[in-house]
């Protein structure tokens, strides 16, 4: 006998439910436009020139900003009918209030909100493809993506970069005093470089390693070594997943990494490798759980599964991968690290950052 049940021949119809959903679907159809909208104002230094002017025409702002007039004032429709930027009718000038400004321009990092925004057309730009692997199932890999580490890095100087010092070293007791004293330190999956730079910049008697699987990121985290003088830190192009450097490092950081490998548990287990005996395991990934039920009311729930389905489960499709996907969550990244040989795994989440969890380990 089967267990499903059967279906009924015409399922109750809730008029209200059906109603309240279409205005959430017209609410989140303009909510998605303006995020499209608040990237371009981050991308053409929009927000950064209205930033401190006073009502301006739209001819004014493009001339301030040395942009064209006609597109500059359609994205000013767009961002003045959001309520993002204030207009006033009669004279057809524009401002950018200051408790928007405060949140959307560079000179506010690490809180521009307008960095995130980028994501929504980076994933964008791969939807046929995804849509095609709908079908065939694989993947979509990392070279079809544009600006996927430009994005990376700009959101990950915010997120992770910005708090190294005040929050994330403190995590690991003693590891700063290590740091200044001099210890040979790994970042698995540096992308574009900016968190072994700032490291490297700040403790200058430590070596510093990172290895990414991309090219076009490894050569920007080399260029931003080099621009920052920057002896003590270099960036190779290398596949983790065959990472074979028995006890070699104090050190290991793997920033929002682990859920996209192509074999996570080997890589996983390969960072156990590496470490000396006592040395740290610094890990940050997505907060969240891995029981659906549970993120239901995630306040990034619908946008940590997208990102996943149009990028990190895709990329580790691609290579024929495990597709752990953003949203793995904490019990089964628990669950991986006691399996990786790690033991008494304390796990943090920073009081201003609630889209990551840290985990740091000692080897013992
Ligand atoms: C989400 S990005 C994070 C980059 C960087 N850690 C940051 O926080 O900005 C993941 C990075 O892992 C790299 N990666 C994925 N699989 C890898 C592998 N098997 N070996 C080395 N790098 C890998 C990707 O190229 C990408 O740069």
Redesign the pocket.
């Known amino acids: 006998m089967s267990k499903t049940k059967a279906a009924p021949e015409t399922l109750p119809f809730d008029e209200a439910k059906s109603e309240a959903f279409t205005e959430r679907f017209v609410s989140a159809l303009n909510a998605s436009s303006l995020m499209m909208m608040y990237s371009v104002g981050h991308r053409t230094g929009l927000f950064d020139t209205m930033d401190g002017m006073d009502w301006s025409t739209s001819s004014r702002i493009a001339e301030a900003a040395g942009l064209n007039e006609r597109y500059v004032r359609e994205w000013l429709g767009a961002m003045v009918t959001g309520r993002v930027v204030d207009y006033d009718a009669t004279s057809k000038t524009y401002r950018l209030p200051p408790e928007h400004a405060r949140w959307l321009t560079r000179k506010v990092s690490p809180e521009n909100l307008a960095v995130t925004a980028q994501w929504i057309s980076v994933l964008g730009g791969v939807e046929s493809q995804i849509v095609e692997r709908f079908r065939s199932g694989g993947g979509v890999s990392?070279e079809c993506f544009e600006r996927?580490?430009e994005t990376?890095?700009e959101?990950?100087?915010q997120t992770?970069v910005a708090a190294l010092h005040e929050h994330i070293l403190p995590l690991t007791n003693g590891l700063e005093e290590e740091l200044e004293r001099g210890i040979k330190v790994l970042?698995?999956?540096?992308?574009?470089g900016?968190?072994a730079c700032a490291l490297a910049k700040a403790y200058p008697a430590s070596t510093f390693l990172g290895?990414?699987?991309?090219e076009d990121?490894v050569g920007a985290a080399n260029a931003l070594a080099r621009e920052e003088g920057l002896s003590n830190v270099s960036f190779h192009v290398?596949?983790?997943?065959g990472l074979e450097e028995p006890e070699a490092y104090d050190l290991v950081t793997?920033?929002?990494?682990v859920h996209?490998?192509?074999?996570p548990a080997t890589?996983l287990a390969n960072i156990h490798a590496v470490l000396k005996p006592g040395a740290t395991f610094l890990m940050?990934d997505i907060a969240g759980s891995s029981h659906l039920e549970k993120n239901l009311d995630h306040p990034i729930g619908p946008f940590g599964y997208t990102i996943s389905t149009m990028?990190?489960m895709t990329?580790?499709l691609a290579?024929g991968g495990a597709g752990l996907g953003t949203m793995w969550g904490e019990e089964l990244a628990e669950q991986m690290l006691g399996e990786a040989g790690f033991g008494d795994i304390s796990k943090h989440s920073l009081e201003h950052d609630f889209i990551n969890v840290y985990f740091v380990t000692r080897k013992k």
């Not at 970042?187 to 574009?192: A, F």
């Open positions: 990392y996927f580490h990376m890095a959101e990950s100087a992770v970042d698995v999956g540096c992308g574009s900016r968190a290895y990414d699987l991309c990121a290398k596949d983790i997943t793997a920033f929002d990494i996209d490998q192509k074999d890589v940050q990028h990190c990329v580790s290579q």
